[in-house]
């Protein structure tokens, strides 16, 4: 079983930057591609970011593409998602997820995928 810790979020101010970072419990942090989601009220839930186990693929939506950038430290077994040029549409709860993955080079993008799930961080952004 993995756990998984957000921190990193908070209020910004538009055009401002934030870094979340996500802390796995265990061993096996190396079997999981993992997944930054968020979810803005009245919406659906949506993968804003993923990375393969390897750290060679990578996923973003297009309307983070360019301001948003997912790594992986495996030493530290953290994720993080670093958010420059944020903007008030940005503003979500944003979900760090894990997905067990035999695939070296694989990113799920549907929510469905994910087996493990941390508690959410509130990413606010003021115009």
């Known amino acids: 079983q993995v756990q998984l810790v957000e921190s990193g979020g908070g209020l910004v101010q538009a055009g401002g930057s934030l870094r979340l970072s996500c802390a796995a419990s265990?061993?096996?942090?190396?079997?999981?591609?993992m997944g930054w989601f968020r979810q803005a009220p009245g919406k659906e839930r949506e993968l804003a970011a993923g990375?393969?186990?390897?750290?060679?693929?990578?996923y973003y939506v297009d309307s983070v593409k360019g301001r948003f950038t997912i790594s992986r430290d495996s030493a530290k077994n953290t994720v993080y998602l670093q958010m420059n040029s944020l903007k008030p549409e940005d503003t979500a709860v944003y979900y760090c997820?894990?997905?067990?993955?035999?695939?070296?080079?694989?990113?799920?993008?549907?929510?469905?995928?994910?087996?493990?799930w941390g508690q959410g961080t509130q990413v606010t952004v003021s115009s």
């Open positions: 997820a894990a997905d067990l993955n035999f695939s070296l080079n694989t990113v799920a993008e549907v929510a469905r995928e994910y087996d493990y």
């Open positions: 265990g061993r096996t942090f190396s079997f999981y591609a």
């Open positions: 990375i393969s186990r390897s750290g060679g693929r990578t």
